[in-house]
């Protein structure tokens, strides 16, 4: 069973930064493909970003040039969030980009921006 625990959220202006991190322990060996979503209120979960096995990266258009993904080589990944805009006030969670192979949800982190 692989446990995910995101962190680094909190309040911020509009125009600000977070940097969010997402730690992957248990039955993993490696972090290789990860996504990063968000849920609003009252919204879907929504993918936002994701990385591959060789560091290609793909955004939701409404983050593109904004938030840029990373991971380590080893259990972590990263969102660094740039530019933040209210309507990016969400939780913010890490999982599988695949949604065959989801690993239970961890708590998410929530991120909130004040305009």
């Known amino acids: 069973q692989v446990r995910l625990v995101e962190s680094g959220g909190g309040l911020v202006q509009a125009g600000g930064s977070l940097r969010l991190s997402c730690a992957a322990s248990?039955?993993?060996?490696?972090?290789?493909?990860m996504g990063w979503y968000r849920q609003a209120p009252g919204k879907q979960r929504e993918l936002v970003a994701s990385?591959?096995?060789?560091?290609?990266t793909n955004y939701a258009d409404s983050v593109k040039g904004r938030f840029i993904i990373s991971k380590d080589n080893a259990k972590k990944v990263y969102l660094q969030m740039n530019s933040l805009k209210s309507e990016d006030t969400a939780v913010y969670y890490c999982n599988s980009p695949h949604k065959l192979n989801l690993y239970d949800w961890g708590q998410g982190t929530q991120v909130t921006v004040s305009s």
């Open positions: 248990g039955n993993i060996i490696r972090i290789n493909v």
């Open positions: 990385i591959t096995t060789d560091n290609s």
